[in-house]
Nanobody
């Protein structure tokens, strides 16, 4: 299973970005999906998660600004990020629990919020 994250870039404070993560390879089902981030000098933190049944969980710092979603037909997950602030600057990683195969990680995509 391979995960390919994309969509990062440079954005001004208050702007928006949408991250994508596509899963490829051999698998029967994608279960819970996650977005993590790691800012310079900080530990990796969970940003958002989404179960197969649609239950979401968000870090307090992004609640109301970020939205996680999935398209199971396309084996893709998204993170819509609005009202971005400088503190959102980080490398964002996707991770997926694959049924009977364990957890997999994408390579990370850099988001920089700066004017």
């Amino acid at each position: 299973v391979q995960l390919q994250a994309s969509g990062g870039g440079l954005v001004q404070p208050g702007g928006s970005l949408r991250l994508s993560c596509v899963a490829s390879g051999r698998f029967s089902r994608l279960d819970t999906m996650y977005w993590y981030r790691q800012a310079p000098g900080a530990q990796r933190e969970l940003v958002a998660s989404l179960t197969r049944r649609g239950r979401t969980n968000y870090a307090n710092s992004v609640q109301g600004r970020f939205t996680i979603s999935r398209d199971d037909a396309a084996n893709t997950m998204y993170l819509q990020m609005n009202s971005l602030i400088r503190e959102d600057t980080a490398v964002y990683y996707c991770s997926i629990d694959v049924f009977l195969q364990g957890s997999y990680w994408g390579q990370g995509t850099l988001v920089t919020v700066s004017s």
